[in-house]
C-alpha cells in the first residue's frame, strides 16, 4: 500500500488537526527537555554562587572578626599603657615620701631613680596624675595608706615631669664621702 493512500483515508482537516497535535506534543516535549536540562545546570551555577557567596561570607565574618580582635587589643594596649603612666605616678610619689624620711637608705634613693627613670619614660598627663591623686586619696580615705597627701605633696604631684626636668625634687641627696 502505497504511503499516500493513508491520507486518502481521512479527510484534510483531521489531517491537519493531527498534524498540529504532534507538532504542539513535539514543541512541549522539547521545551520541558530544555527547561529540565537548564534547571539542571542553572542548579550547579547556583551552588558554584552559593559557594563562592560562602566564602565570601566567611571572608567577611573573619575579617570582622579580626577588626574586632585588633580593637580589642588596642583597647587593652591603651588601658595598659594608662596603669603604667598612673603607676610611675604613685611609684615617685611614694619614693619621694621615703626619701623625706629621717633617715632614708641607700635603697630608697635607687628607688627613687628608678621612678623617676620610669616617669621620664612613660610622661604622665595631666589627667593620668589626677587620677594618681585620687587614688592616694581614696586609699587614706578607707584606711589602706597612713599618708595623707599635704598641699606641698599634691603641688609636686602635678609638676612632677617640670620638676624632674629642672631637678628640683623637694628630697635632697646626702653628699657622699669620696674617702
Same mark, same amino acid.
Given at each position: *500500500?502505497?504511503?499516500?493512500?493513508?491520507?486518502?483515508?481521512?479527510?484534510?482537516? %483531521?489531517?491537519?488537526?493531527?498534524? #498540529?497535535?504532534? *507538532?504542539?506534543? =513535539?514543541?512541549?516535549?522539547?521545551?520541558?527537555?530544555?527547561?529540565?536540562i537548564?534547571?539542571?545546570? !542553572?542548579?550547579?551555577?547556583?551552588?558554584?554562587?552559593? &559557594?563562592?557567596?560562602?566564602?565570601?561570607?566567611?571572608?567577611?565574618?573573619?575579617?570582622i572578626?579580626?577588626?574586632? @580582635?585588633?580593637?580589642?587589643?588596642?583597647?587593652y594596649? &591603651?588601658?595598659?599603657?594608662?596603669?603604667?603612666?598612673?603607676?610611675?605616678?604613685l611609684?615617685?610619689?611614694?619614693?619621694i615620701r621615703?626619701? &623625706?624620711?629621717?633617715?632614708?637608705?641607700?635603697?630608697?634613693?635607687?628607688?627613687?631613680? @628608678?621612678?623617676?627613670?620610669?616617669?621620664?619614660?612613660?610622661?604622665?598627663?595631666?589627667?593620668? #596624675?589626677?587620677?594618681?591623686?585620687?587614688?592616694?586619696?581614696i586609699?587614706?580615705?578607707? !584606711?589602706?595608706?597612713?599618708?595623707?597627701?599635704?598641699?606641698?605633696? =599634691?603641688f609636686? $604631684?602635678?609638676?612632677?615631669? &617640670? =620638676? #624632674?626636668?629642672?631637678n628640683?625634687?623637694? %628630697?635632697?641627696?646626702? *653628699? $657622699?664621702?669620696?674617702n
Open positions: *500500500m502505497d504511503l499516500y493512500a493513508y491520507f486518502d483515508l481521512f479527510p484534510p482537516t %483531521v489531517l491537519i488537526k493531527i498534524l #498540529i497535535k504532534v *507538532m504542539l506534543t =513535539l514543541i512541549i516535549i522539547i521545551c520541558t527537555t530544555v527547561f529540565i537548564s534547571a539542571i545546570r !542553572g542548579n550547579k551555577r547556583n551552588a558554584n554562587k552559593q &559557594q563562592a557567596a560562602k566564602s565570601t561570607l566567611l571572608k567577611n565574618t573573619y575579617e572578626y579580626r577588626r574586632k @580582635r585588633d580593637l580589642q587589643n588596642l583597647r594596649e &591603651q588601658r595598659e599603657e594608662r596603669k603604667r603612666r598612673v603607676w610611675s605616678v611609684f615617685i610619689a611614694n619614693s621615703h626619701c &623625706q624620711e629621717e633617715y632614708p637608705s641607700k635603697k630608697d634613693w635607687q628607688t627613687l631613680d @628608678r621612678a623617676i627613670s620610669a616617669v621620664k619614660e612613660y610622661k604622665p598627663q595631666y589627667r593620668d #596624675i589626677m587620677v594618681a591623686i585620687r587614688y592616694c586619696k586609699e587614706y580615705a578607707i !584606711g589602706s595608706c597612713d599618708k595623707n597627701l599635704s598641699k606641698q605633696d =599634691l609636686t $604631684l602635678r609638676n612632677i615631669r &617640670q =620638676l #624632674i626636668a629642672a628640683q625634687l623637694p %628630697v635632697s641627696r646626702p *653628699m $657622699l664621702n669620696n
